[in-house]
C-alpha cells in the first residue's frame, strides 16, 4: 500500500527522489518548509577541501553536531526564537551519537553544492512527480524562504498552507497551527 511521506527541510530532498523513483509507493508528498535548494544549478559548486575529512570533520564538531551550539543553531532557523527552549535537549541527543560528526561532515559538501546531481533539483524531473504533493510553509522562514515554496507550488501546481510569523521549523515554532495543517494535508482523500 502507498503511503503518505512527510518531510522537512533537508529530508524534501529524499523523499521527492523516492516519489520520483518509485512513485507506486508514494500516495502523497507533504513537504515543510522542504529545502530542495536551487533548481536547474548551473554548476558544482561547494568547496572541495570539505571533502577532506580531516577539515570536514573538526568545522562539523565545532558547529552542527555540537551539542552546546543547537540552541543558538536552533533558534537561528525561527521566527519565533522562545520556541527554541523547551526543545533544546531533545536536539542535542542525536548530536551525541557515535558517528554523527562524521555522517555530518560527509554529507555536508552535497549540502553546499550547488549541484548535487540529484533529480528532485530538476524542473524537467519535478514536472514529472506522479504522487500528489502538499506543503506546509513557514512565512517568516529565512532557512527556505517562502518565496521558493510559492515558487515549488506553482511548478507543481500544488497547494500551500502558509503560517504566518513562522520560520522554519512549524511544529516546533507553533505546533498550534502547525498540526490542523498537516492533519488536513494528511486527511485530504488521494488520487
Given at each position: ?24 509507493r508514494v500516495a502523497r508528498l507533504v513537504l515543510i518548509d ?129 503560517l504566518p510569523g513562522v520560520g522554519h521549523v512549524p511544529h ?20
Open positions: 500500500m502507498p503511503a503518505i511521506v512527510v518531510a522537512h527541510s533537508f529530508g524534501a530532498g529524499p523523499a521527492t527522489e523516492l516519489a520520483l523513483v518509485d512513485p507506486k522542504g529545502a530542495l535548494g536551487e533548481l536547474d544549478p548551473a554548476g558544482p559548486g561547494g568547496n572541495a577541501l570539505l571533502r577532506l575529512p580531516f577539515i570536514a570533520q573538526p568545522l562539523v564538531a565545532a558547529t552542527l553536531t555540537n551539542p552546546h551550539a543547537i540552541g543558538a543553531l536552533s533558534r537561528s532557523m525561527l521566527a519565533r526564537k522562545e520556541a527554541a527552549a523547551e526543545w533544546r535537549e531533545t536536539l542535542r541527543a542525536p548530536m551525541r551519537r557515535p558517528g554523527t560528526t562524521a555522517a555530518y561532515a560527509a554529507w555536508l559538501p552535497s549540502l553546499l553544492a550547488a549541484d548535487d546531481g540529484a533529480p528532485s533539483r530538476r524542473t524537467e524531473a519535478l514536472l514529472g512527480l506522479k504522487p500528489a504533493v502538499r506543503l506546509i510553509w513557514g512565512e517568516a522562514d529565512t532557512v527556505t524562504p517562502i518565496s521558493q515554496g510559492l515558487a515549488l507550488a506553482r511548478l507543481l501546481r500544488a497547494p500551500i498552507t502558509r516546533i515554532e507553533d505546533p498550534t497551527h502547525f498540526l490542523p495543517a498537516l492533519d488536513a494535508a494528511l486527511e485530504e482523500p488521494t488520487q
